[in-house]
Nanobody
């Protein structure tokens, strides 16, 4: 069993900043990719950013130059620093991890957090 616990959401004014974090725990041998997705009301869940175990990052175009993803491999934790927030960034943000649970089983598992609400409004 793997658990992902997010924190850091909330209400912020346009142009403001928020920082999200997500800690993974449980049966984990290695985490390959960690990332953030978001889902706005009435819309499909979309990728926001991902980061590999080696630190290679990928962002959706709409957040480039505003959001920064990072991770602490020793703590199995991923972060998302969000700057210059816009109302269209309002969504539930979900943490995601692709991992190998044990040394003996090479199957790659996908885990999700419960989501944290980010609301950008004046």
């Amino acid at each position: 069993q793997v658990q992902l616990v997010e924190s850091g959401g909330g209400l912020v004014q346009p142009g403001g900043s928020l920082s999200l974090s997500c800690a993974a725990s449980g049966r984990i041998f290695k985490i390959f990719f960690m990332g953030w997705y978001r889902q706005a009301p009435g819309k499909q869940r979309e990728l926001v950013a991902t980061i590999s175990s080696g630190g290679i990052t990928n962002y959706v175009d709409s957040v480039k130059d505003r959001f920064t993803i990072s991770r602490d491999n020793a703590k199995n934790t991923v972060y998302l620093q969000m700057n210059s927030l816009k109302p269209e960034d309002t969504a539930v943000y979900f943490c995601n991890a692709q991992l190998q649970a044990t040394f003996w089983n090479s199957a790659v598992l996908t885990a999700w957090g419960q989501g944290t609400q980010v609301t950008v409004s004046s």
